[in-house]
């Protein structure tokens, strides 16, 4: 049975086939799921912590203490968790582009996730592919400078590789928040690149808004590559195409989704007014020819 069209939803388009529609459109009620993004209805943001005291809030549903992948991954999945999580930010310490520092569980495993690490941590992903949502999902690497420069880029874009169907993102400064407890979310953004010129100033980053990833400093990577524009300061050069949004949660866009024609001039065309989409699976959804159908 097919959902109701939302408000402010062109009734004139066609259902797609799991029989939902976009509902991100102004006037349109919160989105239901499942829709185009696969989420399931009971979809959870889940903030992991390897620093600092922290309550659920903020949207996070969850806020759960880790000391490393492999003790994330069982606590989460011991939640009911898996094929659940739409958002999953992992709080722990960076220390230079491209590393992520969350303690190995047992001697001999590498100190830090990096590009030359990855492979060590293949069970580990797989147990994080199976906990987030399948489309539409999202890993953040809360932590100072990581996502910064070439090599995290580079750190960004092969965990999204791995990731299908999620993006990853990290950030390119220092992140500095409350040691004695907070809820989630309230991170801040120092906008400094070293350790060095936060210290003293802690106090006057109280007031900065919280850290997200729309934040100008955030890295984001999708389906292998950075997607995210250049950021200032930042000395890695990002040459792949610039997006912020599924190419189907723009309303227009969505109802040229069957015409490629239509569809890419209109894409060029916001993309010259500095409005960037990523092209996903939704896109073409209800428009593949039934088989035998012709050509």
């Not at 000395?235 to 239509?262: I, M, S, Y």
């Amino acid at each position: 049975m097919s959902e109701p069209y939302p408000q402010g939803y062109p009734s004139s388009v066609p259902a797609t086939p799991s029989g939902r529609y976009p509902s991100a459109y102004p006037g349109a009620p919160p989105r239901s799921y499942p829709g185009p993004d696969g989420r399931p209805a009971d979809a959870v943001r889940v903030w992991a912590y390897h620093l600092g005291i922290w309550r659920p809030g903020n949207g996070y549903a969850h806020a759960v203490p880790v000391s490393s992948f492999d003790h994330l991954v069982t606590s989460l999945t011991s939640l009911g968790l898996t094929g659940k999580v739409s958002r999953l930010v992992i709080l722990a310490h960076g220390d230079a582009g491209g590393r992520f520092v969350l303690p190995p569980s047992s001697v001999g495993e590498p100190a830090a996730l990096t590009t030359a690490t990855l492979p060590h941590y293949s069970t580990q992903l797989t147990g994080l592919a199976a906990l987030l949502v399948p489309k539409g999902g999202e890993l953040v690497l809360m932590s100072c400078i990581t996502g910064r420069g070439a090599d995290g880029a580079a750190l960004l874009a092969q965990l999204s590789g791995r990731l299908t169907g999620t993006r990853v993102i990290g950030f390119t400064t220092v992140i500095w928040f409350s040691l004695h407890g907070s809820t989630a979310g309230q991170v801040k953004d120092t906008g400094e690149t070293s350790r060095l010129l936060v210290r003293g100033k802690e106090a006057a980053y109280r007031g900065h808004p919280d850290l997200d990833i729309a934040s100008p400093h955030a890295k984001v990577a999708f389906g292998g590559a950075v997607t995210s524009r250049r950021i200032p300061g930042d000395d890695a050069v990002v040459t792949a195409a610039p997006a912020a949004e599924p190419a189907w949660l723009n309303k227009k866009l969505w109802q040229l989704r069957c015409d490629p024609g239509a569809y890419m001039s209109l894409k060029r065309s916001l993309e010259k007014q500095g409005r960037y989409y990523y092209e996903s699976p939704e896109d073409t959804e209800g428009c593949t020819k039934a088989a035998g159908s012709g050509p």
